[in-house]
């Protein structure tokens, strides 16, 4: 049940049949939740999720005609009140972290009890996050090596570009033609560059360049 003491309305979305048979059994077992509809397509989701504004949409990443993740701004901005929740055998971080900057509310494995994935309709219905338990720890794990490797090396891949050529001794004009950006993203790749690993001068620069081999790289 909503706050209003209305029924949880449901979209399932999956390619495969024999799922969504099985998530609509589950479902209509349980009080105050109703399946609405199922969808087998990204767009058939969209349709459905357009027409319907259900409270909750549950989606597949995998999509024959695209990656659900990918759907879920579209949903967002067709139904803003409904609330999304991922359901898939997708275990990996990578795919958690771009639900949830997608705008996903809830993800769970299709490994996961059936107890969890209720529990995931009705928290994220109730304006709540879920994230299956056997996740948790994983995601927390690669957050932590992702903080760790910005630590240590917090450029990224055209800063480093940029870091080679100047320490190679080329001008911002030169770098801006050989990377075909205009010398003022050269000229701003080089200040974010200066900052981020505290270095007052070129010297320095050609310095760190030589320790972290970035110069004799570019020479073999």
């Known amino acids: 049940m909503d706050s209003n003491g209305h029924p949880l309305r449901v979209v399932l979305a999956d390619d495969h049949a024999v799922v969504r048979a099985g998530l609509r059994l589950l479902l209509e077992r349980e009080d105050g939740i109703v399946p609405l509809a199922e969808a087998s397509t990204a767009e058939e989701t969209v349709d459905c999720v357009t027409r319907l504004r259900p409270d909750v949409a549950l989606i597949d990443v995998t999509m024959p005609d695209g990656n659900g993740i ?45 107890a969890e994935l209720v529990a995931a309709i009705r928290d994220v219905a109730a304006g709540e996050t879920y994230l299956s ?60 560059i200066m900052r ?3 270095l007052g001068s070129r010297a320095e620069l050609v310095r760190y360049a030589l320790e972290r081999g970035l110069l004799s790289t570019a020479a073999a």
């Open 196 to 198: 981020k690993l505290s």
């Open 133 to 192: 338990p056997t996740l948790g720890a994983r995601v927390v794990a690669d957050e932590r090596r992702q903080r760790a490797e910005a630590e240590a090396d917090p450029l990224s891949p055209r800063e480093h570009e940029v870091l080679r050529l100047l320490a190679l001794g080329h001008t911002n004009q030169e770098i801006a033609q050989q990377l075909s950006i205009s010398v003022r993203t050269a000229e701003t790749h080089r200040a974010h």
């Open 70 to 114: 990918d759907v879920i701004p579209r949903l967002l901005a067709s139904s803003p009140e409904t609330k999304v929740v991922v359901l898939t055998m997708h275990d990996d971080p990578w795919y958690v972290h771009h639900a949830f900057e997608a705008g996903a509310r809830g993800y769970v494995v299709k490994e996961a009890a059936d």
